[in-house]
């Protein structure tokens, strides 16, 4: 059974940083997508970063570029979302998300998801 649980979310300021984590379990496919989603209250959700694993390619919303890094520890089987340079307009419930092929990594709500960690940025 495939387990997503995420850590690390919290409360801070506008211009501040958090690092989510995923540990990630029972996933045995060789290939898919992984990433992070969020939904803030009355939004849609938005797929914020993910990756086609063995592709190269990385998909970050435009509204995050240059200020999210996702990245993957495959000896802990961790996937990791650094935010730096936080805003209001970030603040929602951030999901770690996976999917088999065929995938989108902008849309991986499709698949399996945590439970979710929220995010809340204030000015």
């Known amino acids: 059974q495939v387990q997503l649980v995420e850590s690390g979310g919290g409360s801070v300021q506008a211009g501040g940083s958090l690092r989510l984590s995923c540990v990630v379990s029972?996933?045995?496919?060789?290939?898919?997508?992984m990433g992070w989603f969020r939904q803030a209250p009355g939004k849609e959700r938005e797929g914020v970063a993910g990756f086609y694993i063995g592709s190269g390619y990385t998909y970050y919303a435009n509204s995050v570029k240059g200020r999210f890094t996702i990245s993957q520890d495959n000896a802990k089987n961790t996937l990791y979302l650094q935010m730096n340079s936080l805003k209001p307009e970030d603040t929602a419930m951030y999901y770690c998300?996976?999917?088999?092929?065929?995938?989108?990594?902008?849309?991986?709500?499709?698949?399996?998801r945590g439970q979710g960690t929220q995010v809340t940025v204030s000015s």
């Open positions: 029972g996933y045995t496919y060789s290939r898919y997508c």
């Open positions: 998300a996976a999917d088999e092929v065929p995938c989108s990594p902008n849309r991986l709500w499709v698949g399996y």
